[in-house]
């Protein structure tokens, strides 16, 4: 680490591999944060997106990429951590939790992170939380954030000596074409990233559940082609 | 499980192996609740506490116990979970934070029971945390606990739905001696349990870490030998 690097003040960012998680960090880079990114391998189908977050880890050239094992499907309750079916083409209804809901999984990411920021003395935590073009997840409203903020500050040391824990949510009242505009304005390379929850065995995007639906129509409004799907344009859509 | 066992109301309880955690689970289970036991195996030097912790989701005769894997030594910060030595003999004070505190710990404690309570439909946690006899970690403290009690509805399914999470502490205001007569009041055998955060090789505690002395000056004060002393009666002391 170079002597500028240690001046920088630290950030813990939650990477998943998507692209909204990887244009929250690029925020953060951009607002001189030295960055920790932490990866969670919960048991999720997609493992795809853990290739996808160590691509990104690399290409934001963050201090540590620390990947971490916890298997949620030991839980169960989601399609996202079973072999149950991941809907497809469902009508978008904000009001309703889908399936793919992984319960409490924000509440034990952040608490991970929280962990890590201690020890590393960061005073900010970056996630890419959006309640704009967002599956419904109640973990991601912003009522939700501030209560884990305010219990970020009285849960560790840090907080005891006087140091308030900052969640910092850069997405959180974005549109999805708004988060793909300003990424694209900071260069950032979406080709690498990886949102589809059901991709296939070749790890394309199907193209068909919410995550990649939102990413299309996000790409569409913005008006920007999605390179992802340039890249695996040779693939038969269905 | 019975007809009866369905009807019960569902609490998640964080089983640690300590007698905290099994006598804060017993009120529980005397309240008539049906017990859905967790266990985080987080790197802990003392593992021992985990063969403890299946002896007492077995006395107490959970519905479910987990034992979930998740390696909080990547993150290092403490020396439960690093190869720095425990403090032994130490003058416990409550403002001082020892070099055992785990960041952020209970908050991922918390997050991760309260996803499986989401799963299993519980709408209570158990946790035997303390904030008389302890050792002045923050994530003990009654507003922590509070502040995590509202995050825990906000953050889920069940939060959305009108059903609000309750965490219960049942020994928060309770001295180590209360504890320790209100769990023998209880029928409960301790001689079962593991306190000890630095054990010889042998399993048996070392009667020196913060642990080790608060448990030996609860039994004290409560005029109750302990039983895992008389077990462990034949290891010489040092």
Redesign the interface.
């Known amino acids: 680490m170079t002597d500028t690097a240690a001046k920088r003040p630290r950030a813990v960012v939650l990477l998943s591999g998507g692209l909204d998680s990887y244009t929250a960090a690029a925020t953060a880079k951009a607002e001189g944060r030295q960055l920790f990114a932490l990866t969670i391998n919960y048991g999720q189908r997609h493992k795809r997106e853990l290739e996808a977050a160590r691509a990104v880890a690399g290409a934001l050239g963050v201090a540590r990429h620390?990947e971490?094992?916890?298997?949620?499907s030991?839980?169960?309750?989601s399609s996202l951590t079973s072999a149950s079916a991941v809907p497809k083409d469902r009508a978008l209804d904000p009001a309703e939790?889908p399936s793919t809901?992984?319960?409490?999984?924000?509440?034990?990411f952040?608490?991970?992170a929280?962990?890590?920021a201690?020890?590393v003395e960061a005073r900010e935590i970056i996630i890419g939380v959006n309640a704009i073009d967002y599956s419904g997840y109640?973990?991601c409203?912003p009522?939700?954030i501030r209560?884990?903020e305010?219990?970020?500050s009285?849960?560790?040391?840090a907080?005891?000596e006087g140091h308030a824990m900052t969640i910092k949510t850069p997405l959180l009242t974005l549109s999805k074409a708004e988060i793909i505009t300003l990424g694209t304005s900071l260069g950032l390379d979406y080709a690498i990233t990886h949102s589809c929850y059901d991709p296939r065995p070749d790890g394309s995007p199907c193209r068909h559940c919410d995550s990649c639906r939102l990413r299309e129509d996000g790409f569409r409004a913005a008006g920007i082609a999605d390179p992802l799907l340039l890249r695996c344009a040779s693939s038969p859509l269905d």
Chains 1, 2 share one sequence.
């Open positions: 620390i971490l094992e916890i298997d949620l030991r839980f169960g309750g939790i809901y992984v319960p409490a999984r924000n509440t034990v952040l608490a991970l929280l962990s890590w201690e020890v109640p973990d409203r009522e939700y209560a884990f305010k219990l970020a009285l849960a560790t040391r907080g005891v």
